[in-house]
């Protein structure tokens, strides 16, 4: 079973939804239990990282994800809100990734919002994925290059598109609503 984890942020139906066409079981909850057994376990996010975080630290999900072991999947405000810091309300993250979260230069067209060219591929969420694929991205704010990148996009300044440390996978762009590639890449995460 896939546990989708229950908080403020958007989109967990939406992620749900791209499961269900994988004919993949998921259930969203906020659940110790559920989430602890989960075979898999995805952290989506839509939304503000301060406000999230205040959320995610009254029912204790900020202590809980970061001491998962099956694999789990951040996505979008996720994958941010799973990093060491972020310029958005000024938020501490989980810190999982010993990445800062910046916003975009403001002088350019913010948020990056549609789709993009990701490259670099560095990890087995990407088997069968072709390099230069497009993805859909929907943010203000950015994670830093780091030994963790696995894709890359660049928009402004070339930015990491997806990430990977121990059985912690994220991915800025959502999967979800990326049509064939973001179903291939949800595949290759269910396989894992």
Not at 3 to 31: C, F, H, P, W
Not at 40 to 55: L, N
Request: hydrophobic share 40%; glycine share 8%; with cysteine.
């Amino acid at each position: 079973m896939i546990a989708i984890i229950k908080y403020n942020g958007g989109n967990v139906n939406s992620v749900q939804n791209a499961l269900n066409r994988l004919s993949t079981e998921s259930i969203i909850t906020d659940d110790f239990e559920l989430i602890q057994k989960a075979d898999k376990v995805i952290f989506p996010g839509v939304g503000e990282a301060s406000s999230t975080m205040k959320i995610l630290k009254e029912k204790g999900l900020d202590q809980l994800i970061p001491t998962l072991q099956q694999p789990i999947l951040g996505i979008c405000l996720g994958m941010q809100l799973m990093c060491k810091s972020n310029e958005e309300g000024d938020t501490v993250g989980m810190g999982i990734f010993d990445i800062n979260v910046k916003k975009f230069p403001a002088k350019n067209i913010v948020p990056h919002m549609g789709w993009n060219t990701i490259s670099g591929f560095n990890s087995d969420l990407f088997s069968d994925v072709e390099e230069e694929s497009d993805v859909y991205f929907v943010h203000s704010f950015y994670c830093e290059l780091s030994e963790n990148t696995t894709s890359m996009c660049d928009y402004i300044l070339p930015f990491s598109a997806s990430l990977q440390k121990d059985n912690f996978f994220a991915m800025q762009f959502h999967p979800e609503k990326s049509g064939r590639i973001g179903s291939g890449l949800l595949q290759n995460f269910l396989k894992l």
